[in-house]
């Protein structure tokens, strides 16, 4: 049974930072491309960052474009997101997902497999 599952999230004001992790179980870690993606209330998912099986390839939204950073430890099965310079509109659930697709990695629906998702919420 493949499982995701993120941790880290929680409350943190204006500025500060937070780094959410997403350990998996039950796959072949190192062939999947890995993701991350978050959905505030009343919004659509929408796409922060991925990384390519290997760690040599990242991607990023333009919002988390030179405040986060993801990596990725295939020994250990996990992928992490150190965000950086929070804001309150990065307020949203966080959710990791593992997909087979690097071209496709910015849509949600090329990912094969997901996590239960962890709060984040950014104070003014």
């Known amino acids: 049974q493949v499982q995701l599952v993120e941790s880290g999230g929680g409350l943190v004001q204006t500025g500060g930072s937070l780094r959410l992790s997403c350990a998996a179980s039950?796959?072949?870690?190192?062939?999947?491309?890995v993701g991350w993606f978050r959905q505030a209330p009343g919004k659509e998912r929408e796409f922060v960052a991925a990384?390519?099986?290997?760690?040599?390839?990242?991607d990023y939204a333009d919002s988390a474009k030179g405040r986060f950073t993801i990596s990725r430890d295939n020994a250990k099965n996990t992928v992490n997101l150190q965000r950086n310079s929070l804001k309150p509109e990065d307020t949203a659930v966080y959710y990791c997902?593992?997909?087979?697709?690097?071209?496709?990695?910015?849509?949600?629906?090329?990912?094969?497999?997901w996590g239960q998702g962890t709060q984040v919420t950014v104070s003014s």
């Open positions: 990384i390519v099986w290997s760690g040599g390839s990242t």
């Open positions: 997902a593992a997909g087979s697709s690097w071209s496709r990695r910015k849509y949600a629906g090329a990912y094969d497999y």
């Open positions: 039950g796959l072949t870690f190192s062939r999947y491309a």
